[in-house]
């Protein structure tokens, strides 16, 4: 499939799905690499929405990845940018333009291959 | 994006880490909005510095960026957690003073003015047309009303990035045809003082968000403009309106676009919707948000010579800007015995006053009244400074 390529980077990992706008600042732990519900983003491909919210945002992402907690890559439907500042600054590839109806079969655990060389990104997804 | 031989250059890193990390920044978020291209810019202001704000891990990344990064352009910050270079008349946490220390140490090694100041066309007065990279909503809305200079509203570390580049992209606001009212807000009621105008501004904000308001009123002052622009800006995402008669982009009133009118009711349910507090309850008056110049410090001096005041029976804080709080001095232990404190490079909307055990406060700010109840629990009553001082004279 091809995306749009925000930020560049390749990665091979396992989907952790959020269904709607995350915001890195109050629903990440950013000690702990983890969401509110306790699942882990770390070394994950976080696939969602988009961002949201707190101009802060982007420094948790960054810590995250000072920390080795970010997530591998980032597929989203919209990037905004607050999320496109914190994957810069945590240089984690993010991809935008996922399909909204894909967004919502997608489940956690599924495997996703990706390459982003912007302006274009090439993403593969095994369910 | 179309970028510059010398852009090219600093993007590959040949200007060092920082300035490619920050011109990779500025491009990406430019890439994801749409711009074709960056702009130079005249001045950039950063906000979200306060430690109480960005924690540990803004502080972490403002120090990495200062370890080679230096500023290429005329360059302000935000006003910070607490008073700088003054004892403040409530208890700050150490850790909170160590660590905003730091943040600003980082910001000077950088190369940028030691301001902390919310205003800061204040130190370098924007010229019409010019474009700037700002944070800070408020003074982004009055760089855009009041002067006719272009800014969006930049978030912290994209502010920070182009103080390293001396760019942003060319794009919302930096762009003549999204500069033009798309709303005509026709107001039918005298709007008297900072505190009117403040009002209003919230009105427009809550109400008006992504519009471009051009607001018919007779305003006299600059600081009603302020104090409209501070209030809109808090309330909604308002970056700019015309104002008739004292924006430089005012065109006259516009044609064939929504009409909105606002009256007196509509000012009053306003006010009362912000107001959490009554006069009675408030431990203290606050004025200066956004901050305030010399000449209100003196006002103040005048107000309480004048009526041979002694010693307020409730305190009066008065904000100014960072680098004010030196010439100043010379009223500080004066103004202290009579009640009236000044708080030099802070502003309570990004500061630690929960913690001092404040529940109630008065001011002449929106803003404040705005923000203070949502982010800190501190309920707030409005009042114009005059009305506080008479009132609390001995």
Known sequence: MELRGIVEGRAIGETVVVKNRLSFYGEVDPEKGTLVDGRSIAGKILVMEGGRGSTVGPYILYALSRRGLAPSAIVVVEAEPILVAGAVMASVPLVAGLPRDLLHKLHDGCRVELESVPPKAVLAIEC | ?394
């Open chain 2, 1 to 394: 994006m179309y970028l510059t031989r010398e852009e090219e250059r600093i993007l590959n890193g040949e200007e060092g880490p920082a300035r490619q990390l920050a011109m990779k920044l500025i491009v990406r978020v430019g890439e994801a909005l749409g711009a074709e291209r960056l702009v130079k810019v005249a001045h950039v202001h950063a906000s979200g510095i306060s430690y109480s704000n960005i924690g540990d891990y803004g502080l972490e990344f403002i120090e990495t960026l200062a370890r080679d990064g230096k500023v290429s352009v005329y360059s302000t910050f935000n006003p910070a957690g607490f008073p700088l270079g003054e004892k403040p008349p409530y208890p700050v946490p150490e850790t909170h003073v160590e660590k905003q220390r730091r943040i600003i140490g980082a910001l000077l090694r950088m190369g940028f003015e030691l301001s902390a100041t919310c205003i800061p066309y204040m130190l370098r007065k924007p010229r019409p047309g010019e474009h700037l990279a700002w944070g800070e909503s408020s003074a982004v809305a009055v760089a855009n009303t009041l002067y006719g200079a272009r800014t969006n509203r930049e978030g912290g570390p994209v502010a920070l990035a182009a103080a390293l580049v001396g760019r942003i992209y060319l794009w919302g606001l930096h762009l003549g045809e999204n500069r033009l009212p798309t709303v005509l807000v026709r107001v039918n009621t005298g709007v008297d003082d900072e505190l009117d105008a403040g009002v209003l501004g919230y009105l427009v904000g809550k109400n008006l968000s992504g519009e471009l308001p051009y607001i018919d009123v007779r305003m006299k002052a600059r600081r009603q403009v302020i104090s409209l622009c501070a209030a809109a800006a808090a309330a909604g995402n308002t970056a700019m309106c015309i104002v008739r008669g004292i924006s430089p982009e005012d065109r006259g009133v516009p044609t064939g676009v929504e009409k909105i009118v606002v009256d007196g009711d509509a000012l009053r349910r306003a006010r009362e919707e912000v107001e959490t507090a009554s006069i009675e309850e408030a431990e203290l008056f606050f004025t200066g948000c956004p901050h305030h110049s010399s000449d209100v410090v003196e006002k103040v001096v005048e107000l309480l010579e004048a009526r041979s005041v002694t010693r307020l029976r409730r305190p009066v804080w008065i904000a100014v800007p960072g680098n004010m709080g030196e010439s100043l001095r010379r009223y500080g232990e004066w103004l202290r015995r009579r009640g009236v404190y000044l708080l030099p490079g802070t502003c309570l909307v990004v500061g630690t006053l929960r913690k001092s055990g404040i529940r109630a406060i008065a001011t002449d700010s929106v803003k404040t009244a705005f923000y203070m109840p949502r982010r800190h629990g501190v309920r707030v009553a409005l009042a114009s400074l005059k009305e506080f001082i008479e009132a609390h004279a001995s």
